[in-house]
């Protein structure tokens, strides 16, 4: 099997805090080809168990085994300063027809058909000039031409819209995509697409507490389900999140409409009550923003502007980013000339020759102590006139500098 854990205790390192468990008991092991979904609420450890697997945590106990070239696509997509054709290909030979592949099912070809200078575009430090969306689907691109093994994907549909994460999900992730005969995990906080996995892991406080086929965990009637209900109540209100109606029938028919319909309700209560409690100190912040606000508005209004004098300015074609030009020059003589005459003529001269003179004294110092060292020593003595003749010379260097 590609991915083994066995008995895997992981930390952030060594020490008190940083040796910490993070992920404790994890037992895993993926088929060959299968999509593997990790979910649960924040902060249980599903970005840290690609890491786990990555080998960037500290192994306090277990066994870890990766068989096969890994491709991983991160929350915060890594994206570096070279064309955009660059970031895809990351060092490796262009092949046109998986390249134009991966750009369509990556849905990036509306974006080149925007870009400047389509996928030869200069990408702008840590990805500067793209959205969040587009940075996301760059990165995932990259990992689609590496051609690797294993792919580990921690939530790259959070970035995108709905609509352009279903046709990710379709052409590349899902069951019919460019990568179905590919290991993929994918780190979801979404439930849209989770009954088109092989299988489902739950880990809530760094534990797998649930795992299993979609029908399985929810049969189950434990933590997936609460988490499915959970995700209901957030998502209630979003018109964009496709898919809720399904999820909800299959939910209905598992534990019938009443029973679905009094939980949520029983949230929405839990959370009015909570909002009801922070109204009070959100009076005096909402009091507060409304002065920070007018600032911020001016500045927006400024950085529109200078925007849109930018983009007056760009041609197609034309290079975003230039490499940087060091220039030389020289200070004019009126710039002395200014100075002499604000200082004063007399003061300029007499500290040009009080300069002078002390590193004249320092240089003469260093002479005159080399040679009085070579001056004859008889008996392991000097002559008592010379010494303090030497001395006497050395201190007045020493005083003038």
């Known amino acids: 099997k590609p991915v083994i854990v066995n008995n895997g205790t992981f930390a952030w390192g060594h020490g008190e805090e940083d040796g910490?468990?993070?992920?404790?008991?994890?037992?895993?092991?993926?088929?060959?080809?299968?999509?593997?979904?990790?979910?649960?609420?924040?902060?249980?450890g599903k970005s840290s168990l690609c890491s786990a697997i990555l080998g960037e945590m500290e192994k306090q106990s277990g066994r870890v085994n990766v068989k096969g070239h890994v491709a991983y696509v991160s929350q915060q997509a890594w994206i570096q300063n070279a064309t955009l054709e660059n970031n895809i290909l990351f060092n490796q030979g262009k092949d046109t027809d998986k390249y134009e592949m991966c750009v369509s099912a990556c849905a990036l070809q509306a974006d080149l058909d925007m870009l400047p200078a389509g996928d030869?575009?200069?990408?702008?430090?840590?990805?500067?000039?793209?959205?969040?969306?587009?940075?996301?689907?760059?990165?995932?691109?990259?990992?689609?031409?590496?051609?690797?093994?294993?792919?580990?994907?921690?939530?790259?549909?959070?970035?995108?819209?709905?609509?352009?994460?279903?046709?990710?999900?379709?052409?590349?992730?899902?069951?019919?995509?460019?990568?179905?005969?590919?290991?993929r995990v994918l780190v979801t906080h979404s439930l849209t697409y989770l009954s088109q996995v092989d299988k489902i892991i739950v880990l809530k406080n760094g534990s797998i507490s649930e795992e299993g086929t979609y029908k399985e965990l929810l049969a189950k009637k434990g933590e997936f389900q609460e988490f499915i209900l959970q995700y209901l109540s957030e998502a209630a209100d979003d018109d964009d999140e496709l898919g809720l109606d399904d999820i909800k029938q299959q939910l209905e028919s598992s534990l019938g409409k009443e029973a679905i319909e009094q939980i949520?309700?029983?949230?929405?209560?839990?959370?009015?009550?909570?909002?009801?409690?922070?109204?009070?100190?959100?009076?005096?912040?909402?009091?507060?923003?409304?002065?920070?606000?007018?600032?911020?508005?001016?500045?927006?209004?400024?950085?529109?502007?200078?925007?849109?004098?930018?983009?007056?300015?760009?041609?197609?074609?034309?290079?975003?980013?230039?490499?940087?030009?060091?220039?030389?020059?020289?200070?004019q003589m009126d710039v002395y000339k200014y100075y002499l005459k604000s200082v004063g003529v007399l003061s300029s001269l007499l500290t040009i020759i009080f300069y002078i003179a002390s590193q004249g004294c320092t240089v003469g110092s260093s002479i005159w102590l080399s040679k009085w060292s070579e001056e004859p020593v008889v008996n392991g003595t000097q002559d008592s006139q010379k010494r303090d003749m030497y001395l006497g010379v050395y201190g007045a260097f020493g005083i003038g500098q």
Do not use: C, W
């Open 20 to 44: 910490k468990p993070i992920l404790k008991g994890i037992n895993i092991a993926f088929n060959e080809g299968s999509l593997v979904a990790v979910v649960g609420s924040v902060g249980t």
């Open 120 to 183: 030869q575009t200069e990408i702008g430090e840590k990805g500067i000039n793209l959205s969040g969306g587009q940075k996301q689907r760059i990165s995932l691109a990259r990992a689609v031409y590496s051609n690797a093994d294993i792919y580990l994907l921690d939530d790259p549909l959070s970035a995108v819209d709905s609509h352009v994460g279903k046709h990710i999900f379709e052409h590349v992730i899902g069951p019919q995509g460019v990568l179905k005969n590919k290991t």
């Open 264 to 331: 949520t309700r029983q949230k929405k209560e839990s959370e009015s009550e909570s909002i009801t409690d922070s109204m009070e100190s959100n009076k005096i912040k909402g009091l507060r923003y409304r002065g920070d606000k007018k600032v911020s508005e001016s500045e927006s209004v400024k950085s529109v502007k200078d925007a849109g004098e930018i983009k007056k300015k760009e041609k197609v074609g034309e290079k975003l980013i230039e490499a940087e030009r060091a220039k030389t020059g020289k200070v």
